[in-house]
């Protein structure tokens, strides 16, 4: 691996169903973050986790839960599914090491559809 | 609160020199960042300004005027490769990027 992963790469899920993102990073990053990107609109945080073990909420939490048991891994989940949810989902991390260098790197997303 | 600006979309010729423009409103500042984005790919981070004035990299220069809220994205010798999405963020108080709507920059030969 090199950078962040995310899985799956598009999904259409039924409203209601349970689903939840996946983010791996190799580079050992202590901050990683989730945002979700819609049309017209800039990236909003969903939750954010400084270390591992630790999260936080975002500008739009509702309807969303992580979790951070490691540094690697940081899964984003929706409990019950709702259409206003579709959007494509990003997963970055940073060396919170330096905070004022501030960049973030980027997995490819995941596009959620759902109907 | 915080409030990025930018304008949604711009057009420049191959070769030419464009300016996107970003002001903001915040009641805390750690710097402003620009991002670029191809069309169904993921952000890349271009430039950091902290401090006012120019940073050069490059095609690519950033400028910021804490004073004014206000940063500009300067791409010179334009590509078609340039064609993207801009994104202007600064970094709260809390260390946390506030992202912009994005600048959608069109190339045309």
């Known amino acids: 691996i090199a950078g962040i992963t995310q899985a799956p790469t598009s999904q259409i899920l039924a409203a209601g169903r349970r689903m939840t993102l996946r983010c791996t990073q190799d580079?050992?990053?202590?901050?990683m973050y989730w945002y979700r990107q819609d049309l017209g609109l800039g990236l909003r945080l969903i939750h954010y986790?400084?270390?591992?073990?630790?999260?936080g909420k975002g500008e739009v939490p509702d309807g969303y839960s992580v979790s951070r048991a490691n540094t690697d891994d940081f899964p984003l989940t929706l409990a019950s599914a709702v259409p206003s949810q579709t959007s494509v989902y990003f997963c970055?991390?940073?060396?919170?090491?330096?905070?004022?260098?501030?960049?973030?790197?980027f997995g490819p997303g995941t596009r959620l559809t759902v109907l | 609160g915080q409030n990025i600006d930018q304008p949604t979309e711009m057009t420049a010729t191959e070769g030419a020199i464009v300016q996107i423009n970003c002001t903001y409103q915040t009641s805390g500042f750690n710097g402003l960042f620009w991002y670029q984005q191809h069309a169904g790919e993921a952000p890349t981070f271009l430039s950091y300004?902290?401090l006012d004035g120019l940073e050069e990299k490059g095609r690519f220069s950033s400028f910021l005027s804490r004073s004014k809220g206000y940063s500009y994205l300067l791409l010179k010798e334009l590509q078609m490769k340039d064609s993207a999405s801009y994104l202007c963020?600064?970094?709260?108080?809390?260390?946390?990027?506030?992202w912009g709507a994005g600048t959608k920059l069109i190339i045309k030969p």
């Open positions: 986790s400084n270390t591992a073990g630790t999260t």
């Open positions: 970055a991390s940073s060396d919170s090491a330096d905070r004022s260098l501030g960049e973030q790197f």
């Open positions: 580079m050992r990053h202590n901050a």
């Open positions: 300004n902290v």
């Open positions: 963020a600064l970094m709260d108080s809390n260390y946390q990027l506030i």
